[in-house]
């Protein structure tokens, strides 16, 4: 059976082509497991936890007895203290048999425990089982976060605790190292997955350290997995080039990478507009699998929107992060910039929030978008004239800019300034929206984001179209944006851009002009 990229649950290296994270196994066996340490895997959705734990299993069982457990389907586990026991007491049953571990010390561990302190029989048979298997062992348990929130869970992590500081004074014998893997922080407890109840900020898992290490992936990691894809399929790409490019949207979130990859090579390759494997591994085929992506249910983008749902303090940081271009400090001790980066949402960037990749940022644009484009006038307008700006199959910019000036004076020309400034721009991307969509892609450029500046790069069949939005701030400032527009297209390398300004003074004077400089264009439109 021929290899696939693997998106979802455990990838395993005979069957998928995946990045190799080998070195990172061992880091994780040399600083954490060899010395003992207790610790949490948290992570955002679908960022490799569980292909982490089943990778650390592979390894570690040449030398230890490897108890892997999930909380995924355990729901009846936590009903009572003698239920998680029992629970327990069968998985870990299960792990022993599986790794052919003597029958005498399988059957002394399956022994009743007793009914009136289940916890504190389940901890005796713990020490009793390490003490008699010969080998040292390693506790994994997977989405422990689906009962982080529930007291019988709390009081196991104290059993855990309570042996770990007698295993330490060499007063008892437990684990060599437990692993918990989830996208909550088990150390803290500080988020729940009922957003009403009331948060806890302390655990009996303050005796973890943190693990630091970063499970994104690099440009290097994807080369080395497209390297392995190119020596089997011999496509002709250029590997460093497209690794680049998934990377410039994804930022390494490993679910986006591989599930790219997937995309290009089973369902880009072959098709009309990509005839062969060889014109799929381009540029082109990257962005038409993105485009792909960003249309398709996925569980990721579904768990995107019920958090925002459940969440809406974080949505409207986010709004205003996307369209009102603040910069919040971040800060981890900040509850809504914790609960961004817990689910994998925002990230640090120079000690300011951030999107965390491209493809999110442009997920939350467009659901954003869609929920205020029932009954926008600007949408309605650009829905039903779009064929208008797509001649010989590709888009008329200067037509779609001059077109938005027209409807912005019709529709909006007489709203006050307050609405123009907090909506300018969401006008705009609801314009653009419908014209593009289907076929072109579309994302904000970050690194010139702010309150009064937006620079939009729309990828349309090939051709890259650069849009700088902003706030007239008085005829220097203006000049100067003119200025830092052409700067921007020598760094695109483009001939020709297009700027979008809006004007609130009272004498302004709106229309549409064009700027030649140095054999560069720049399509003005002022409203």
Same mark, same amino acid.
């Given at each position: 059976?021929?290899?696939r ?9 005979e069957?998928n ?44 069982r040449?030398?230890?007895?490897v ?11 936590f009903?009572?203290m ?6 327990l007491v ?8 599986a ?23 389940l ?7 390490c003490?008699t ?12 976060d ?11 992590l104290?059993?855990?605790r ?9 007063k ?5 190292s ?11 407890l ?23 290490m970063?499970?994104? #992936? ?11 894809y190119?020596?089997?399929h ?8 497209i ?17 790219i ?11 009309k507009? #990509? ?66 980066v817990? #689910?994998g ?9 951030a999107?965390?990749n491209?493809?999110f ?12 484009a029932?009954n ?8 039903t ?12 910019m200067d037509?779609?800019?001059?077109k938005?000036y ?7 020309a ?9 909506n ?38 090939g051709?890259?179209f ?12 203006h000049?100067?944006?003119e ?6 297209l ?8 297009y ?29």
């Amino acid at each position: 059976m021929p290899k696939r990229f693997c998106v979802t649950g455990t990838c395993i290296p005979e069957k998928n082509y995946m990045v190799d994270i080998s070195g990172r196994i061992d880091q994780i066996i040399r600083d954490y497991i060899e010395k003992g340490q207790y610790f949490t895997i948290n992570r955002a959705r679908q960022y490799g936890k569980t292909t982490t734990l089943y990778l650390l299993e592979r390894r570690l069982r040449e030398e230890y007895i490897v108890l892997s457990l999930s909380f995924e389907a355990a729901d009846e586990y936590f009903e009572s203290m003698g239920s998680l026991s029992e629970g327990l007491v069968m998985d870990i049953s299960e792990c022993l048999k599986a790794q052919n571990v003597d029958g005498t010390i399988i059957e002394e561990w399956n022994r009743p425990l007793s009914e009136r302190f289940p916890m504190r029989s389940l901890g005796i048979k713990i020490s009793s089982l390490c003490k008699t298997c010969g080998k040292k062992i390693i506790l994994m348990i997977d989405e422990v976060d689906k009962s982080s929130d529930n007291q019988i869970f709390l009081s196991f992590l104290g059993l855990l605790r309570e042996k770990y500081l007698k295993w330490q004074q060499g007063k008892d014998e437990t684990f060599q190292s437990v692993i918990l893997a989830g996208v909550y922080d088990v150390k803290t407890l500080k988020l729940k997955l009922h957003p009403q109840e009331e948060m806890k900020y302390n655990s009996p898992w303050n005796i973890a350290v943190d693990f630091q290490m970063d499970m994104s #992936f690099d440009c290097e990691d994807i080369e080395s997995m497209l390297e392995e894809y190119e020596s089997e399929h011999r496509t002709g790409m250029h590997v460093q080039d497209i690794a680049r490019i998934i990377y410039d949207y994804t930022s390494g979130y490993p679910y986006l990478v591989s599930r790219i990859c997937q995309i290009i090579d089973e369902r880009i390759a072959g098709t009309k507009e #990509f005839g062969n494997v060889s014109s799929a591994w381009t540029k082109e085929g990257v962005l038409a699998a993105i485009k792909i992506l960003l249309k398709e249910p996925n569980t990721l983008f579904d768990d995107m929107t019920k958090k925002l749902l459940d969440y809406p303090q974080l949505q409207e940081m986010l709004q205003n992060i996307l369209f009102g271009g603040i910069d919040f400090p971040f800060k981890r001790e900040t509850p809504m910039v914790d609960l961004g980066v817990t #689910f994998g949402f925002l990230k640090d960037k120079n000690g300011i929030v951030a999107v965390s990749n491209r493809i999110f940022e442009t997920q939350l644009y467009d659901m954003f978008l869609s929920e205020m484009a029932v009954n926008n006038k600007m949408y309605m307008e650009a829905s039903t004239n779009r064929n208008q700006f797509i001649v010989k199959d590709m888009l008329q910019m200067d037509l779609v800019m001059k077109k938005f000036y027209e409807y912005y004076e019709e529709i909006y020309a007489g709203n006050d300034q307050k609405f123009i400034e907090e909506n300018g721009r969401k006008l705009f991307l609801l314009y653009l929206k419908p014209i593009i969509n289907g076929t072109g892609n579309y994302y904000i450029e970050a690194r010139t984001r702010d309150n009064r500046r937006t620079d939009i790069i729309v990828d349309y069949k090939g051709k890259r179209f650069i849009i700088e939005l902003k706030i007239w701030r008085g005829e220097e400032y203006h000049v100067r944006g003119e200025r830092q527009l052409f700067e921007y297209l020598d760094y695109y390398e483009e001939k020709k851009g297009y700027l979008l300004s809006f004007n609130f003074n009272k004498n302004k004077e709106t229309g549409i002009n064009e700027l030649e400089f140095e054999g560069k264009r720049i399509f003005e439109v002022t409203v």
